[in-house]
Each structure stands twice: as structure tokens, then as C-alpha cells.
């Protein structure tokens, strides 16, 4: 973590232990952000493609990515992308292979990454490289993100008078330096010290981005669409029960999104703290999503419309009690 991080978590905590007030944010307002081509590098045939909603996000919000590989079969073209858990100063949520919606013969190759940082202001994604032909590698400029942290303001921690307060540092006219350097140096010393063991008594705390606050902020950017823009239902289908798979994943900790249906079934049954009832939703929504795909289905609005409520259900069933503070 940088040193602009470290500051802002130490704020934190200092405002926590002082005003006893809880840090986390209310569910805003959703907002459609479509995608765009945020950076892109072609040779001869072969060209990448990487599209975002928005190039700002919150500190810890996951940010969706999509990468794609243009390019004839003959061209050979694959990704090169590391089995990681870190691209840069961004923790890697999940890589998953996406379909192409436009000409597939075209497509070599799309993926959909989800990342999420918990640095703030400018945080660059490295490059995304793929390989073609004869060894060849095309690389994208990297892409610069603004991460705006959950703390107002900017904060420096070699500025520490910010958060102490102002103090009468005038003292008589005979006392030497070093003394009031050794009193500086000592009180901020003990107030750095004071932070640290407070941030790692609160470490168990809950990410600043609460999960079912962002699930419900999905769910309900995708219900405010406008519903002539939904051409593929089938698709629409699909990224409800994506972010019933990621909400599952942030919440639980199960593996949804890279689990089959029966796996992920499986798993929720097994997990104590999601109630019978809930299960059951997670299941006909899930069953009806095999329908659609494997069997030859094909979705409708009414599929959609009980499928993005059926998601909402169950996270809202799912939403994990406030727990009390003890004094």
C-alpha cells in the first residue's frame, strides 16, 4: 500500500476511535454507465479492444473490464495473461472468457476482467498484450484510472498537524531545538503508534464497498435500462445471474462465477449461513438459466423481469445483520 494509503486508512481509524461513527456508505443512486474503447492498439490485422464503463471508481468498487482480440484465424492470436491475483496496484476479482456480440469470425479471442483497488487518485491497469503470428506481441498503452477514496479530501501522514489539530508550539525563549524537536517527534510518534494498533484491531471490518450495497446497485442499473437497448435477452439473463455469481463470491466467499450450476448449487447448500428460503430462490433462478442455455431456450421479458427480481430477493434475504457495538 502506498503512503497515500496508508494515510487515508490511518484517518480513518483515528475518525472511527473519535466520532464513533461508521465509515461505510449508503447505497447511492445507480447510474447506466455504457461501455466504451478506453484504449486500443492494432497491427496489420490484429487489434485490441479494451472497453470500461467509466475510467473513475471508488476505492475497493469493483470495475469491469472487457478485452478484445480482433483478428483472423489465420493470425494465431491469443491473450497473454498471467494466472495472477495482482495486475499492478489492482487485486484481480475474476477472468472469465466472454461472448463475442459482434461478428465472431473476427473475434479471436474475449475476456471479461473484473478488478477492484483499494489505492486512491491516479492508478494505472498495466498493459494488456497479446501474441500473433510469428512470435509477434501487440501491447495497449496502459489505462488510467481516477479512484476516489471513501474519506473526504486529500490527506498527506507526513502532515500530521492535519489531524492533531492546532497547538501552541510557542515555548520560552531559552529551550532549545532538539527539545522541541524530541516533544514533536515523540507526540506524533505515539499518535502513529495509536492509529496502527487501532487499524489492526479493525482489520475483520467489512470492505468500504458493503457487497449487497453494490448488488443491489447492479441490479437496479440494469432494471433502469432502457429496454429498447435490450436486443439480447439471453444476454440480459446472463448478467443477472453474474452479479448474483460475483455478489455470492464478495459475500460467501464461494467460488460462483467459475462454478457450474450444479457445483454452485452444491455450494450454496452447504454454506450455513444462507437460509432455506433463500436457496430455493438461488435455485429456480439458476434451473431457469440452464433452460435458457443448454436446452435451446431463448429468454423473454418476463424471464428477465422475475429473474432480476428473484435476484434482488435473494440478496435482500441474504444482507447480513448489523451488528451492535459494544461499548
Request: net charge negative; proline share 6%; glycine share 8%.
Amino acid at each position: 500500500m502506498t503512503d497515500r494509503g496508508w494515510g487515508q486508512c490511518l484517518l480513518a481509524v483515528m475518525l472511527v476511535a473519535t466520532a464513533g461513527c461508521d465509515s461505510g456508505s449508503g447505497p447511492g443512486e445507480a447510474v447506466d454507465r455504457p461501455t466504451s474503447i478506453v484504449s486500443s492498439v492494432e497491427s496489420g490485422a490484429v487489434r485490441i479492444e479494451v472497453e470500461t464503463g467509466s475510467l473513475k471508481a471508488e476505492s475497493g468498487e469493483p470495475i469491469e473490464i472487457t478485452m478484445t482480440l480482433k483478428a483472423p484465424e489465420s493470425a494465431r492470436a491469443r491473450f497473454l495473461i498471467e494466472d495472477s491475483t495482482r495486475m499492478g496496484d489492482f487485486d484481480v476479482l475474476g477472468l472469465e472468457r466472454a461472448p463475442a456480440s459482434e461478428d465472431v469470425l473476427m473475434v479471436a479471442e474475449r475476456r471479461r476482467l473484473l478488478v477492484s483497488t483499494f489505492e486512491s487518485g491516479i492508478v494505472t491497469l498495466p498493459p494488456i498484450r497479446a501474441r500473433h503470428g510469428d512470435q509477434q506481441v501487440l501491447v495497449t498503452e496502459p489505462i488510467e484510472f481516477e479512484i476516489s477514496s471513501l474519506i473526504e479530501g486529500e490527506f498527506d501522514p507526513t502532515g500530521y498537524a492535519e489531524i492533531r489539530g492546532p497547538v501552541d508550539d510557542s515555548l520560552p525563549g531559552g529551550t532549545p531545538g532538539w527539545l522541541v524537536v524530541t516533544i514533536a517527534a515523540t507526540g506524533g510518534g505515539l499518535l502513529l503508534l495509536l492509529a496502527i494498533a487501532l487499524l489492526l484491531a479493525n482489520r475483520r471490518r467489512p470492505r468500504p464497498r458493503i457487497p449487497h450495497e453494490w448488488a443491489l446497485a447492479e441490479l437496479a442499473r440494469i432494471r433502469d435500462e432502457d429496454p429498447s437497448s435490450r436486443r439480447d435477452l439471453n444476454e440480459l439473463y446472463e448478467r443477472i445471474e453474474r452479479v448474483l455469481r460475483w455478489y455470492l463470491s464478495f459475500q460467501f466467499g464461494i467460488d460462483a462465477p467459475d462454478r457450474t450450476s450444479k457445483e454452485l448449487l452444491g455450494a450454496v447448500n452447504d454454506h450455513q449461513g444462507i437460509i432455506d428460503d433463500a436457496r430455493a430462490t438461488l435455485e429456480r433462478l439458476v434451473r431457469d438459466g440452464d433452460r435458457i442455455k443448454f436446452a435451446g431456450g431463448v429468454a423473454s421479458r418476463d424471464d428477465c423481469d422475475r429473474a432480476l427480481e428473484s435476484a434482488c430477493t435473494f440478496v435482500s434475504m441474504t444482507i447480513p445483520p448489523a451488528k451492535e457495538e459494544v461499548a
